[in-house]
């Protein structure tokens, strides 16, 4: 049985933190269903690397120039085109699963995570313009976002909920997935094709690895080595107990009555970015029921070699708690960090979106040319 199948049974799911045109066609990811990957998540530079670093998508965005289309349109196309061939490829893992699966998320445009209006706008447009109930729409967990989040879940709007790096953030977006079930239940979907209370879903993304990267640089300088690629963990453990906390109270359970399903964890950035470290520990030290682990391929194929299936997540839950206390005590903002890695993941987000923008004009303008 695959590691991957093993996770599912102790209530984790793996989604595939990657999206390419030919991993569609080929039958790259139907094998990787096989073997028990249950989602697919993507993001502005994951499109950049599959447009821009491969000619998967020359023909297509020909074909696109010829009809007169342009950049902007030319990205959504291409964009589009992919998200709805793999939600069309997860469909029956979501109809199996009554909806926990099967999943494929687009993100909004990076460039909107501070505009609150205009995010609700886009997301719900793109929704309603891929047409698939598997359809997750990813909403950064930013000032501006969090109202999205609300608006989107009360309208029927599958969420992804994105960079999400500290606990007050994680308890802001619980509390905004709540009210958005709320205004469901009251007013019903209000976005074509939106879902009802007991069917919409939605994941809070919070991100692991990033956290040791910054955390371990302030470590050094305060020469606590002890804690060393330990903190990301103990984060990631403290905001599981406060999902546990949230989606057990008299709030949560009015909600549960109607239907409602928990937003569930899903852990985000789990390469190992450090070589000195093992190179599943994100994976390892994570693992538990309502879950998700959203992997890229080397991890995917790091774990299946040699990763550990064991429920991880809710042993040393207290030692976390004394490693930030810990930190707290060394005169280190662990909040103050995980603040920063929000703001500067929304600029490393826009980042590869201007420069796959930039590479699609430089396409279509040598083609045009020829």
């Known amino acids: 049985m695959s590691?991957?199948?093993?996770?599912?049974?102790?209530?984790?799911?793996?989604?595939?933190?990657?999206?390419?045109?030919?991993?569609?066609?080929?039958?790259?990811?139907?094998?990787?269903?096989?073997?028990?990957?249950?989602?697919?998540?993507?993001?502005?530079?994951?499109?950049?690397?599959?447009?821009?670093?491969?000619?998967?998508?020359?023909?297509?965005?020909?074909?696109?120039?010829?009809?007169?289309?342009?950049?902007?349109?030319?990205y959504e196309s291409l964009a589009m085109e992919d998200i709805s061939l793999a939600a069309d490829m997860l469909k029956n893992i979501y109809n199996s699963s009554d909806a926990r699966d099967g999943y494929v998320s687009l993100e909004v445009n990076p460039h909107l995570a501070n505009e609150t209006e205009k995010t609700i706008a886009e997301a719900t447009r793109l929704f309603e313009t891929l047409n698939r109930p598997n359809v997750m729409i990813k909403v950064p967990a930013t000032p501006a976002g969090i109202p999205a989040i609300t608006e989107l879940i009360g309208g029927g709007v599958n969420v992804n909920v994105t960079l999400i790096f500290g606990l007050e953030n994680y308890k802001a977006v619980a509390e905004a997935y709540l009210a958005g079930l709320d205004k469901l239940l009251l007013s019903g979907p209000s976005v074509k094709r939106g879902h009802p209370a007991d069917r919409v879903a939605s994941v809070a993304s919070f991100f692991v690895s990033r956290v040791d990267s910054a955390v371990d640089k302030a470590l050094e300088e305060a020469n606590a080595k002890e804690l060393l690629g330990k903190i990301a963990i103990a984060n990631s453990k403290i905001a599981y107990a406060e999902f546990k906390k949230i989606f057990n109270g008299s709030r949560w359970q009015h909600l549960k009555n109607k239907g409602a399903r928990v937003q569930r964890v899903l852990w985000a950035s789990t390469s190992v970015k450090n070589p000195d470290y093992p190179d599943t520990m994100y994976v390892d030290e994570l693992i538990g029921p309502h879950t998700v682990n959203t992997m890229p391929p080397e991890t995917v194929d790091n774990?299946?070699?040699?990763?550990?299936?064991?429920?991880?997540?809710?042993?040393?839950?207290?030692?976390?708690?004394?490693?930030?206390?810990?930190?707290?005590?060394?005169?280190?903002?662990?909040?103050?960090?995980?603040?920063?890695?929000?703001?500067?993941?929304?600029?490393a987000f826009a980042g590869p979106f201007d420069a796959l923008m930039q590479s699609i004009a430089e396409k279509r303008a040598r083609l045009l040319a020829d």
């Open 3 to 74: 590691k991957l199948i093993e996770l599912e049974k102790l209530g984790q799911s793996v989604w595939f933190d990657f999206i390419r045109r030919s991993l569609i066609t080929s039958g790259e990811l139907q094998a990787l269903i096989d073997k028990g990957v249950r989602g697919i998540t993507s993001n502005p530079a994951i499109f950049e690397k599959a447009i821009a670093g491969s000619n998967d998508y020359d023909e297509a965005i020909k074909e696109l120039i010829n009809a007169g289309k342009s950049i902007d349109d030319i």
């Open 303 to 347: 774990f299946l070699d040699h990763g550990r299936v064991a429920e991880t997540l809710t042993r040393g839950v207290a030692e976390a708690q004394q490693q930030i206390t810990k930190l707290a005590e060394l005169g280190i903002d662990l909040k103050a960090i995980t603040q920063q890695l929000q703001d500067d993941g929304v600029v």
